[in-house]
């Protein structure tokens, strides 16, 4: 059995002028090592292919995969993660991870909300400003919290996040709609403990790894699990196992999310707690990052005695379940 690789490396991007942050959600030579030796070690033979645009060549080309492994990010629109998946589903041929509208989904945290939220999970109150035109008619409880509506690891995520009065709101709305180039997602600001809780399966299938909390030290940037705390942890955020009836609500609650979404094979959802010590859901990583030390993910397997080799089985097993292979 042959398996293809979908990725996005981020020297790859960088030697053709992108930025640290433009590259911010993308991996490194020892990401894309690490899940290719796990994958060996299961006795199956791996084809690295690359990004979209390799995808499409080798397409083209003929090649074909029994599976592919895709964690392709993409660089392009709110539909970059689901493009990927989107070709393999023309070719029929069976890949990790989410079909292309989950993903789509996913990425826009506005769409996100409005899925859950209809399934009864808890998320904060929100408004998503697709202009400046926008702004004035939000009417949301403050502190509000302001955030692209379509970025990952952190990005535009910052200290100035926290909107305190309605003064504050304008200026950082229009300056996140000029720098991403996207909708920004306006919501209630939650003040309680984070956390992240990492799934695995599909559908009745999909199963709680564990629950995360995400401890900010004193030199973490404050509010939030900003870029800078998320690329610069050490020494800023210490990450602990939740254990308890805390875990235990997260977890419930992760559980509904993944299944409401449809989302497939493993994942991470991000959870923060309100006013009351209820959890409430921030967003839904369908795809999320496979660093085998640095990831959230593969941090919330080690904190159990979860290899990331077993990781990654778990993945390709759920998949081929699907797939029928």
Not at 41 to 61: C, K, P
Not at 254 to 262: E, I, K, P, S, T
Request: glycine share 8%; charged share 25%; hydrophobic share 45%.
């Amino acid at each position: 059995m042959t398996v293809g690789l979908t990725y996005d490396l981020r020297s790859d991007w960088l030697s053709q002028g992108y930025s640290e942050l433009e590259t911010a959600e993308f991996d490194r030579e020892e990401t894309v090592a690490a899940v290719e030796a796990a994958l060996r070690t299961e006795g199956l033979d791996t084809e690295r292919i690359g990004n979209y645009r390799a995808l499409m060549g080798a397409l083209a080309a003929g090649r074909r995969w029994d599976l592919v492994f895709n964690f392709c990010e993409g660089m392009y629109g709110l539909g970059r993660e689901a493009l990927v998946p989107a070709l393999l589903d023309a070719y029929r041929i069976p890949y990790t991870f989410s079909d292309p509208v989950v993903l789509a989904v996913a990425l826009h945290k506005g769409l996100t909300k409005r899925v859950v939220r209809d399934a009864g999970v808890r998320t904060p109150d929100f408004a998503v400003v697709e202009s400046a035109a926008d702004i004035d008619a939000v009417d949301l409880r403050y502190p509000l919290f302001a955030k692209p509506i379509g970025e990952g690891t952190g990005k535009g995520v910052t200290p100035r996040s926290r909107i305190s009065a309605p003064e504050e709101l304008r200026p950082l709305c229009e300056s996140l709609l000029a720098t991403y180039r996207q909708p920004v997602l306006v919501e209630e600001y939650l003040p309680g403990r984070e956390f992240t809780t990492g799934i695995i399966g599909t559908g009745a299938a999909a199963r709680v790894i564990a629950t995360m909390e995400v401890i900010f030290l004193p030199t973490a940037e404050a509010h939030a699990y900003t870029y800078v705390n998320k690329e610069y942890c050490d020494g800023r955020v210490r990450y602990v196992l939740a254990t308890g009836e805390v875990a235990a609500a997260c977890e419930r609650l992760a559980l509904d999310a993944w299944r409401a979404l449809g989302a497939r094979d493993a994942g991470r959802l991000d959870i923060r707690m309100d006013e009351k010590g209820r959890p409430s859901l921030i967003e839904v990583n369908p795809l999320a990052g496979l660093h085998p030390v640095h990831s959230d993910l593969p941090i919330i397997c080690s904190l159990v005695g979860f290899s990331f080799q077993e990781l990654i089985h778990g993945i390709v097993a759920s998949a081929r379940q699907r797939a029928g292979i």
